[in-house]
């Protein structure tokens, strides 16, 4: 019997830097993109979930889940990033500010006509891809969608209805990217609009991160309505967009006394964790095929934009096993009496486990302490995605699946 893998940790020792990025996160940028997105027909604000039950079985003040599964009817939060940018490269384009190409102008004839046909491009593991062509299709653009060795035919299929050329190639996340970012490259009118940046691409990765915001404004009114001012928020990252959009965010908006903020990633994909490990500011890359159920998550290259937010304003990064994510979709799932449920698919349900883990389990008491977990803390975790692969959430919550392998986990 192969042992079960444990949980690695470092907390945050980079030398901190000039710290140029976290601007960009500002709570008024980020309410600009809350703006945009309230001008879709499609948008609501996604339910901020208390686990009253559960914070208190964990010995925690408060527990909130920010359930994205309820996002455009898109079971995940990606398109929040991927509509965002493409609407501000239009308005750039056409000399707009964002503020006066809502969806109702987006959508138009008249726009349709200025602007013209362009293609946008993009690599991704399912949610952001997805997004991007469900946003390009709603504008009456065109999408090519790249997706690495592994993807399941669900998600191929759910990009497909978009209207999106989409195919899997032989090749992992990030080689998917560079085959994306070249194609756009020798396509007339062809825009890459990627969820992760490099040096030389910053500007449309800025504005997903921006887009992301949109889940950190309404959660903070969410939280504040509630009387909570949060003490830790845990965040899951691939690439680093979403972290670096929650954690730059909060960062701004508590600069005095921010929350704790935790990174967790795939521990087959744990970039940030890595370097945190080097601690010498730069990134150290995961390459390969990064197996994991944590489809979302497996992205060995960090978003240069986000890990100059998070060397600077993370606390801690823990590399997940995949049976933490396994774990967390099952509490979501089945939850203590009193509790509502949240569907929580293999990347949104990760800093569940990771909780779970750190307050019920003695080997990880140390880093528990290191983070002040206890009975005053008030903790947010982002469910980023709902069943976003429906078969594959009931192998996990019915049949105990918890990892690629397909062996339940008492096999482990
Ligand atoms: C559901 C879900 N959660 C989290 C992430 C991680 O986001 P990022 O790559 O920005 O770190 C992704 C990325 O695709 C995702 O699909």
Redesign the pocket.
Known sequence: MMDKAELKWTLNHIPKTDDLAVKNMSVEEMRRAGSFHRSFPQYSVTPLTRLSNLAEYLGLKRLYVKDESYRFGLN?F?VLGGSYAIARHIAKELGKDVSEVPYSVLTSDELREKFGQATFFTAT????GRGVAWAANKLGQKCVVRTPKGTTRTRLQNIAKENAEVTIEDLNYDDCVRMAAKEAENTPRGIMVQ??AWEGYEEIPTWIMQGYGTLATEADSQLEEDGCRPTHIFI????????GAVIGYFSNRYKENPPVMVVAEAGAADCLYRSAVQADGNRVDVTGDMLTIMA??A?GEANTVSWDILKNHADAFVSCPDWVSANGTRIYGAPLKGDERVIS?E??SVTMGLVHALMTKPEYKELKEALKLGPDSEVLLVS??GDTDPDRYLEIAWEGLCGTDKQPFADL
């Open positions: 995940a990606k593991d399912g949610n952001h969820d992760t899951q990252a691939g690439v680093g967009s979403l972290a979302g998550l992205c698919g990347s949104g980023s995605e």
